[in-house]
């Protein structure tokens, strides 16, 4: 089995900060798609989000790093390297750059209700097979969503595609867990200096081993 793919889960976010509710999903979602491996793809720049009150690259791919601990879980920068700023060229620029690794786009369904504003979102379910995780609140605006209308002809189960030898996209794959309330929004007004906890300016990315540098503090 030399040649299998290696079957790679990739989930996005600002991860600011990363938190137990990150890896509990994560974690759902490798075992229940029969993933080899998650990638968390720590963005330099949401476009959908403000920059204000975003904490440095570094702080917030340490705080991904801390929480994959012992996981088969992945937290990366790579998107600064690729210089791509939206998902569906980053996608795409992994596919090309690791030609051996099967990708499925894993998001929650607080994403899916908002994905029709994605730039290319079709492009998006083209690309790789998507999974999308219920999040407490948002399961029924994601399932009246213009982007369920189209999508909703592609779904498959989980024991289905995980049974696949090889992925083929589009494929929708619903997955439900028991609800986790936890939220990096309820984290930062807990503890709004959080980032402190990650003093230093620079840091190795776990994928790619380069240097992480934020003077910008984005």
Known sequence: MADAPIRTGLLGG?????????????????????????????SPGNPLKPKRGMAPL????????????????????????????YTIDTLRALKRRYPRRQFIWLMGSD????????????????????????????DAQAMASPAMAWLRRYR??????????????PALVLLRFDPDPRSATALRRAAPDWASR???????????HHLIISPEGI
């Open 198 to 208: 990650y003093d230093g300016s620079r840091m190795r990315d776990p994928l790619t």
């Open 14 to 42: 600002s991860f600011n900060p990363a938190h137990g509710g990150h890896r509990r999903i994560t974690r759902f979602a490798i075992k229940a798609l029969g993933l080899d491996q998650a990638w968390w793809l720590v």
């Open 111 to 138: 994403n899916l209700a908002q994905f029709h504003r994605w730039r290319d979102w079709r492009g998006i379910a083209r690309t790789m097979p998507i999974a999308v995780i219920a999040r407490p609140g948002y």
């Open 156 to 169: 498959v189960s989980a024991a289905s595609f995980k049974s696949r030898g090889r992925w083929s996209a």
């Open 58 to 85: 570094p702080a917030r791919l340490r705080s991904a790093q801390a929480q994959a601990r012992r996981a088969p879980i992945v937290p990366t920068a790579i998107e600064r390297e690729l210089g791509t700023r």
